[in-house]
């Protein structure tokens, strides 16, 4: 079964860094592209980046654009969000998803990043 | 940005009735590239429709999805307890992606 487990979250300071991780299973990983998608406590849904199944191809939303950056490994079968600059604005759960025919058909359980001071 | 604009905000049904969820796009949205979204509180979101109206693996008959250019519409026929949720529509047509801000069915 298809599995998606994020890691990395935390509490960081306003200006910092930080590297969320997606483990995948139970499907072809290359096959997929794969996305990033946050929510901030008790708001909606915003999408954050999506890369293609080959990295050849990424994109992110203007609230993140030249701070995060979203890479893969599909030998080691992992999504990545490289966090940097970050602001209080960011705070959130982040779940990562794959997608299939652009819809987000599975997703994991979220890590939360809390950026405060 | 294609901007998506979800009404009702709130929707307070009966268990057996039917939920009518709409979902009006700021232009039109390419190849019907619209989805629906549930989520439950503490859990991820599940899809149910892509494509404006096809239905996800495992996703009960009752849930239908239509709609095409900018007005899109997500039926529930009859309401299951189960279904008492948040229901996000989303657009993947465009170069980015952008999220609705939700409409929340409630038991009346």
């Known amino acids: 079964q298809v599995q998606l487990v994020e890691s990395g979250g935390g509490l960081v300071k306003p200006g910092g860094s930080l590297r969320l991780s997606c483990a995948a299973s139970?499907?072809?990983?290359?096959?997929?592209?794969m996305s990033w998608i946050r929510q901030a406590p008790g708001k909606g849904l915003e999408w954050v980046s999506y890369?293609?199944?080959?990295?050849?191809?990424?994109n992110y939303a203007d609230s993140v654009k030249g701070r995060f950056t979203i890479s893969r490994d599909n030998a080691k079968n992992s999504l990545y969000l490289q966090m940097n600059s970050l602001r209080a604005e960011d705070t959130a759960v982040y779940y990562c998803?794959?997608?299939?025919?652009?819809?987000?058909?599975?997703w994991g359980q979220g890590t939360l990043v809390t950026v405060s001071s | 940005e294609i901007v998506l604009t979800q009404s009702p905000g709130t929707l307070s049904l009966s268990p057996g009735e039917r939920a009518t969820l709409s979902c009006r796009a700021s232009q039109s949205v390419s190849s019907s590239y619209l989805a629906w979204y549930q989520q439950k509180p503490g859990q991820a979101p599940r899809l149910l429709i892509y494509g404006a109206s096809s239905r996800a693996t495992g996703i009960p008959d009752r849930f239908s999805g239509s709609g095409s250019g900018t007005d899109f519409t997500l039926t529930i026929s009859r309401l299951e307890p189960e279904d008492f949720a948040v229901y996000y529509c989303q657009q993947y047509g465009s170069s980015g992606r952008t999220f609705g801000q939700g409409t929340k069915v409630e038991i009346k």
């Open positions: 998803a794959r997608s299939r025919h652009g819809a987000d058909d599975y």
């Open positions: 890369i293609s199944s080959s990295s050849s191809y990424t």
């Open positions: 139970g499907f072809t990983f290359s096959d997929y592209y």
